[in-house]
């Protein structure tokens, strides 16, 4: 692999731009790139979120440069063409190397080649235009090790294939600032979900929260604010409901100083696994393949099998797009199951 690292680099930019989980599932692979070129600055290319989370937290990221909305590359509906003065810019900087870790490179390869870079690396779906060094996209690989592929293109790897996030003072004097003191052997639950098919019942969330006999926490966003408030009002015991009460930093910090995190598939699941805190997740099988935990020591999957809409007994089992967009396809996973799991890591 070292045959393939790149003389004389001092600039790479990487492009994972996306949500929360895309960033997290992708720091395996970019802290490999840190350690291939230990001289170079890594810039990523993103969004306004990942400048203030990433400002003045350790880590392989030297710096972000910001993208506007651009459909395909920073904004997956609803963005852009790209503005000339973004090439211009991003040109200006003279990057050695570009790597692209987004997607099948269909609408961000072109953008990627734009830049001027000495040598572009990346994926390639049949139809994306081709970079210098590239892997095919293949459907039905797990993203962290697709990225770490990705690395491998420039002379990158490591055994380490769980990601690692530091948590800093920012973070924990937010957290004391917002929530106060926290109790001792804190669990925290956060049953919410982009997709709401990938969401565990709210009741099953409930039990689990009570059986455990622990502090409780039930964290989500404003948008899930309707299952977050349903999980608490099931809870035969009370907890605490923290709803876009925390940027992104204030909430590692609060995964950080739990015990334990439960969680459907979700950016907080891998924010949380990221701080060192132990996970039980709730995962759809084919979401197991591409986003999961790939260790066991301190993260347990529980996995549903679900092939077929519950709803309707039809369904696609890539897209679940039959139009039901309300039934849950994990909701077979058993409420036992998940406590057993929860125990073992709390002791």
């Not at 459909?71 to 963005?79: A, C, D, L, N, Q």
């Not at 990057?95 to 080649?113: L, Y």
């Not at 967009?325 to 199951?337: E, H, I, L």
Request: aromatic share 4%; charged share 20%.
């Amino acid at each position: 692999m070292t045959g393939l690292l790149v003389e004389g680099v001092e600039r790479i930019a990487v492009l994972p731009a996306g949500v929360l989980a895309d960033l997290l599932i992708a720091l395996p692979a970019l802290d490999a790139l840190k350690r291939a070129y230990p001289a170079a600055a890594i810039t990523l290319l993103g969004r306004d979120w990942h400048t203030r989370f990433l400002r003045n937290r350790p880590g392989p990221v030297h710096d972000v440069v910001p993208l506007p909305p651009i459909s395909g590359v920073s904004s997956s509906v609803g963005g852009g063409a790209v503005p000339d003065e973004v090439y211009d810019d991003l040109r200006s900087r003279r990057f050695d190397v570009v790597v692209q870790m987004h997607g099948g490179g269909r609408d961000c390869n072109p953008f990627v080649r734009r830049l001027g870079a000495r040598l572009t690396a990346g994926l390639c779906a049949p139809d994306a235009e081709r970079l210098d060094r590239w892997i095919p996209y293949i459907d039905h690989q797990h993203e962290t090790l697709r990225s770490l592929e990705v690395a491998g293109l420039v002379g990158a790897g490591t055994a380490d294939v769980e990601p690692h996030l530091s948590v800093i003072r920012e973070d924990w004097s937010e957290l004391n600032r917002r929530l106060g003191r926290l109790p001792k052997g804190l669990v925290a639950i956060h049953p919410g979900a982009p997709d709401p098919r990938r969401r565990w019942p709210p009741e099953c969330f409930a039990e689990v929260a009570d059986r455990l006999g622990r502090p409780v926490v039930v964290t989500g966003t404003e948008s899930e604010r309707d299952v977050v408030e349903r999980v608490a009002a099931a809870m035969k015991r009370p907890g605490h409901v923290v709803i876009d009460e925390l940027s992104v930093g204030g909430l590692a910090a609060l995964y950080a100083a739990c015990d334990l995190v439960v969680s459907n598939e979700s950016g907080p699941r891998h924010l949380a696994a990221a701080t060192g805190t132990p996970t039980v997740g709730v995962y759809w099988c084919g979401d197991l393949i591409s986003r999961g935990p790939l260790s066991r020591g301190m993260h347990r999957p529980l996995i549903s099998w679900t092939i077929q809409c519950p709803a309707c007994d039809g369904g696609s089992v890539g897209s679940l797009g039959c139009g039901h967009r309300s039934a849950s396809w994990v909701a077979g996973v058993t409420v036992d199951d998940v406590l057993e799991q929860a125990q073992d890591l709390l002791r």
